[in-house]
């Protein structure tokens, strides 16, 4: 979908691996207890660590996993941004009122 933003041009972002962040979108969710759960790089055993093609490929999990942990947290602020512009100011007035508003805000 396209938006408009603050300077009334149409936006349209990209997001990587957007996938990761339908529970937003769909269910209102944060996305990232359920990415953490299904995604999180397990420790290897003893006798996995003695490969060294298994330490690599562990590395690389772990390099994967940090790089797809950081590609949300980017798309969950870009959403946060493109559904606050499209608040009215009136609305953004009453939500600026919340006791959390600055914590949530970031």
Known sequence: ????????????????NAKNVLLVVHNEKDPMVDFKANNFPTD???EEEQSKVQVTVQQQKIKLYVTRELELENNKRKIYSLVKGQCLHSLKALLKQEADYEAKDR
């Open 1 to 16: 979908q396209e938006f408009h933003g603050k300077d009334g041009q149409i936006n349209s972002p990209e997001f990587n």
């Open 44 to 46: 290897l055993t003893e």
